[in-house]
């Protein structure tokens, strides 16, 4: 059975501080690891795909980076309005588009 | 509208009532899913439907009814809940079924009293 955990549960930083969230996977197959943000009230929203160890992406204040057994999304010189939840995704290659995901990560940061 | 949308936002019902979530996805995608998401806990997936056709069921109580008349559209038909059926439900749709990222709709946030 596919397995998700996120750490920390919870991280509050300064506007500035930069540091980074993991997503620990256990798969028979990774066919792709998902990070999305969530904000209060809100539906997920689709941040990267991750397909294979050693891919990295980016995006603003985001990079997402991805080994065998784990993934991070780091955070440089974050702002406040990064403020979110942020959930890792794994699908596995046992066929269908079945993401299994993690209890996420609330980020808070604060001026 | 764009992307994913969800009718209603909120909804209180009582544990003998019969309501219905709406779901249009405005992307041209092929795939449509539904979750719960509770406090504290993981995205559960609930139902997928593929071109209109069910293609997932992960043992979901018979409370929850889903319909999906085409590709665009996504409903869940609700009847006799239970209080723990207090979540927020959460449209998803994806290019294909067997591909793609999904992409989430607000989500309907449910009381059940």
């Known amino acids: 059975e596919d397995q998700v955990t996120q750490s920390p549960e919870a991280l509050r930083l300064q506007e500035g501080e930069s540091s980074s969230l993991n997503c620990s996977y256990t798969v028979s197959g990774l066919r792709g690891l998902f990070w999305y943000r969530q904000d209060p009230g809100k539906g997920p929203e689709f941040l990267f795909t991750?397909?294979?160890a050693g891919e990295e992406k980016e995006k603003e204040r985001l990079k997402a980076t991805l080994t065998k057994k784990e993934s991070f999304l780091h955070i440089t010189a974050p702002k406040p309005e990064d403020s979110a939840t942020y959930l890792c995704?794994?699908?596995?290659?046992?066929?269908?588009?079945?993401?299994?995901f993690g209890t996420g990560t609330q980020l808070k940061v604060e001026l | 509208e764009t992307g994913v949308t969800q009718t209603p936002r909120h909804l209180v019902m009582g544990m003998t009532n019969k309501k219905s979530l709406k779901c249009e996805q405005h992307l041209g995608h092929n795939a449509m899913y539904w979750y719960k998401q509770s406090a504290k806990k993981p995205l559960e997936l609930m139902f997928v439907?593929?071109?209109?056709?069910?293609?997932e069921n992960n043992s979901v109580p018979s409370r929850f009814s889903p319909e999906c008349p085409n590709s665009s559209h996504l409903f869940l038909h609700l009847h006799t809940l239970q209080p723990e059926d207090s979540a927020l439900y959460l449209c998803?749709?994806?290019?294909?079924?067997?591909?793609?990222?999904?992409?989430f709709g607000p989500g309907t946030r449910l009381t059940v009293t």
């Open positions: 995704a794994v699908q596995d290659t046992g066929g269908g588009n079945k993401l299994t």
């Open positions: 439907y593929s071109l209109e056709e069910r293609v």
């Open positions: 991750l397909y294979s």
């Open positions: 998803a749709s994806s290019q294909e079924y067997r591909e793609y990222e999904q992409y």
